[in-house]
């Protein structure tokens, strides 16, 4: 191998982040099935746990979308996160939920 060869600490270094990166990202998924399953041991509705209501799909429980496209939408949340700020994009209500930011969870009306 060419030039500067990686120390066997710098592997492990790499092997490490990519550990904590997966870690990260399956984080929100394994924490959904856990309580998913504890509300199904439970005899609660595995959905919303009884609450009958869920964040809306479309606003994510806030109430109100960014104007324009989903492509704007995750572009705003990426710089968001990033500290930047958040740009002067407008604010609309959420036709989905009515601006109120929860709908019926669809689990707990089928039975109904």
Do not use: H
């Amino acid at each position: 191998m060419e030039g500067l060869p990686l120390t066997e600490s710098e592997i492990a270094g790499f092997g490490v982040g990519a550990l904590l990166l997966c870690a990260t990202v399956a984080a929100p998924k394994v924490d959904a099935f856990i309580a998913a399953s504890q509300r199904r041991s439970l005899g609660m509705c595995k959905r919303c746990g009884d609450l009958r209501m869920i964040a809306c799909s479309e606003c994510r429980g806030v109430g109100s979308i960014k104007k324009g496209g989903p492509l704007v939408r995750i572009l705003d949340d990426f710089y968001e996160s990033l500290g930047e700020g958040s740009s002067p994009t407008q604010l609309i209500a959420c036709t989905k939920c009515r601006s109120k930011g929860r709908t019926v969870c669809p689990e707990c009306s089928k039975l109904r």
